[in-house]
């Protein structure tokens, strides 16, 4: 099954801990294939093949240098097994095929969907300075993307209700297209056809920003952390 690697947690972000706490050098010699952000959800993070592409809410799809940081991220090393292909579903019914098609809902998931996509909506946050406002204030903060008639892959993870506050609950997942040059957080997509693969995990190594002392000096405050999460991905 492998190991999925995460770097920080969504809860971290929920008061605003924007500030990047492990260079991407350091991320990829943890897993090949991913999803994150960057310092100051500066962008959306698609991983794929040991290449980091950044979507930026100017609409640029960039390579960013080893150096730069993230606050979180997720990395594993590619292993998918195929599951079929799924074909002209919508957003909605997409999301419950592929719920439909996982080993475990209690079991964190990669899941990956190359093909074609009638429409495909993403979102990229745009660059947070200090003083960071709160996650869910950045939502005001971001842009939008459309695409239609669109070739390309999705990458992403299902994330089990039994670890919300580690990760959002449900599926999180991202988009980058064959020619590089569009993607981000998917808002929505309906697949015209794409074949589907998954890779499930029996081990979590979950790494913690242990010297930032923003991280380590920060009361969470665990009533709004779960609810804040699912508003900000949605």
């Not at 801990?17 to 959306?44: R, V, Y």
């Not at 499930?200 to 979950?206: C, G, S, V, W």
């Amino acid at each position: 099954m492998g190991k999925l690697y995460q770097h920080g947690t969504l809860a971290t972000l929920v008061p605003g801990l924007f500030a990047g706490t492990q260079t991407l050098s350091e991320l990829l010699t943890h897993g090949d294939t991913g999803i994150g952000t960057l310092t100051g959800l500066n962008g959306e993070l698609i991983i794929l093949d040991g290449v980091v592409y950044q979507m930026t809410a100017a609409g640029q799809v960039l390579q960013p240098e080893a150096t730069a940081q993230v606050p979180f991220a997720n990395v594993h090393y590619a292993d998918f097994t195929p599951a079929g292909t799924v074909t002209n579903l919508s957003d909605a019914q997409l999301r419950l095929a592929l719920q439909g098609k996982l080993p475990s809902v209690n079991l964190f998931t990669a899941v990956t969907l190359t093909g074609t996509f009638a429409a495909v909506t993403t979102r990229a946050v745009r660059e947070q300075q200090p003083p960071y406002p709160t996650l869910t204030a950045t939502a005001a903060d971001q842009a939008v993307f459309t695409r239609e008639q669109v070739t390309g892959t999705v990458i992403g993870y299902w994330s089990p209700t039994l670890y919300a506050g580690m990760a959002a609950p449900g599926f999180h997942l991202h988009f980058l297209n064959a020619a590089h040059d569009f993607g981000g957080h998917i808002l929505a997509l309906t697949v015209a056809s794409a074949a589907l693969a998954l890779q499930p995990f029996a081990d979590i190594q979950l790494h913690l920003p242990s010297t930032d002392p923003a991280f380590l000096h920060e009361a969470f405050d665990e009533s709004k952390i779960v609810a804040d999460i699912v508003k900000a991905e949605s």
